[in-house]
Each structure stands twice: as structure tokens, then as C-alpha cells.
């Protein structure tokens, strides 16, 4: 499978612990997105590297939450004290570069979290 | 702020029935438009648009873009019940990163 990947693609959790997850982009992608949809919304956008870098972060991305792109290949996205709200599918894009525009995004399967 | 307005939220019809999507959007520095199609798992991604007038196609689907009314419109032709699904329309954002702006979603039932 070509596509992208995320793991886990659920996890429950207790308020106030912390997770992390992690997401393999299709692998000459060099753009990786993250975002969160919660039910009945679309997707909205949390952070976005360009190989390893961490070009723009949403203000919706508290200090508790951090993601790493170490080797500009997989990356992962850490909620540390997880709070009810956190609840969310978390879904990770990549696409590729091009010069001047924008290549449409290819989305993976999601993380489901639950925070009990 | 960027923002992306999608109408109506929900639709139910009958298979063999056509169906129409609007999207409208206000973005500072529009690049490109795109629909995806989301049942219950990630959006697939179905069509970009960046050019007024030039009509997509696939299938039974097509879309369109207005650039000078700020609109996209996506058709569904000779629905079945496959179609049964939540389509999000979303834009390039203002930044320079390619993020998406997605509006709320459509939500389409098809009635055998």
C-alpha cells in the first residue's frame, strides 16, 4: 500500500495522560500536513512541515500539543495532558511540491482519539 | 480570515436523481479549490479546480469554478446509493504553505 499511513487508528485515552501518533506520508511527498475534524466539521488544519521543517503552526495548537518531522520522512504529533476537548479524528495530508501551485493533498486513514 | 461556506448541509434523495453542491469561499490569495468525497474514514480527494469556466469531470461527477462570484458548484448525476457521503470542499489558504480551508461539509444520502 502506497497511500498514507497513521497508527494507531484508534486510541482511548484518560484526561491528562499523554499520546502520541504517527503518520508515514507517501514516500516522495515532501509536504506533510496535520489536522483535526471534529463531528459534524471539516478538517481543520493544526501544523505543516516541508521535510523536516515546521513551517506553520495553527493557533489552534496549544503549547501541550508538539509535532516532529526528525528526518523529513514519517512524523508525529504528541498531545501531552490530554483534556475531554482534545477528543477529535486527527488526520495526516502529504503532497509534493510544485514550483508555483499546489498539489492536491492525499489524506490517511485518521487517528480516532477518546479522552475518558 | 479565510473562510469556506458549503450548502446545503444535508441533502436526501433517491437514486437517478441529480444533485448540485455549492461551495463559496473568501480567501485573500485564492490559488486552487478542492473537493473531496469523505465517507467514514479520510477524504478522497476528487477533483482541483483553479481556473474559472473549465468544467472537471469524472464519471458521473463534474465541478466548476467562479472565480468572479467566489463559487464552486460540484454535480452528481444519476446518483446511487455509493454516493451516500459527506463531500468537503476546501481552498488553499492565504499562507504560503498549501494548507486547506475546509468548509463544513455537504452530507448526501441516496434512497434506493
Known amino acids: 500500500d502506497t497511500g498514507v499511513s497513521q497508527d494507531p487508528r484508534h486510541k482511548i485515552t484518560k484526561r491528562g495522560q499523554n499520546v502520541t501518533f504517527r503518520c508515514d506520508p507517501i514516500?516522495?511527498?515532501?509536504?506533510l500536513y496535520w489536522y483535526r475534524q471534529t463531528l459534524g466539521q471539516g478538517p481543520e488544519f493544526l501544523t505543516y512541515f516541508q521535510n523536516e521543517a515546521q513551517l506553520e503552526k495553527s493557533r489552534l495548537l496549544s503549547d501541550r500539543f508538539s509535532a516532529e518531522r526528525p528526518k523529513g520522512s514519517f512524523s508525529t504529533l504528541e498531545i501531552q495532558r490530554t483534556e475531554q476537548g482534545d477528543s477529535a479524528m486527527y488526520l495526516c495530508?502529504?503532497?509534493?511540491?510544485?514550483?508555483?501551485?499546489?498539489?492536491?493533498?492525499?489524506f490517511g486513514p485518521g487517528t480516532r482519539l477518546t479522552v475518558l | 480570515e479565510d473562510k469556506v461556506v458549503q450548502s446545503p448541509l444535508s441533502l436526501v434523495v433517491h437514486e437517478g436523481d441529480t444533485v448540485t453542491l455549492n461551495c463559496s469561499y473568501e480567501v485573500t490569495n485564492f490559488r486552487s479549490l478542492l473537493w473531496y468525497k469523505q465517507e467514514k474514514k479520510a477524504p478522497t480527494f476528487l477533483f482541483m479546480l483553479?481556473?474559472?469556466?473549465i468544467e472537471k469531470k469524472s464519471g458521473r461527477l463534474s465541478s466548476i469554478l467562479d472565480k468572479k462570484e467566489l463559487f464552486s458548484i460540484l454535480n452528481i448525476t444519476a446518483t446511487q446509493t455509493g454516493d451516500s457521503a459527506v463531500y468537503l470542499c476546501?481552498?488553499?489558504?492565504?499562507?504560503?504553505?498549501?494548507?486547506?480551508?475546509f468548509g463544513q461539509g455537504t452530507t448526501l444520502q441516496v434512497k434506493p
Open positions: 476546501a481552498v488553499h489558504g492565504s499562507s504560503n504553505t498549501g494548507k486547506l480551508i
Open positions: 514516500s516522495e511527498h515532501n509536504r
Open positions: 495530508a502529504s503532497s509534493l511540491k510544485a514550483a508555483d501551485a499546489y498539489n492536491e493533498q492525499f
Open positions: 483553479t481556473s474559472s469556466g
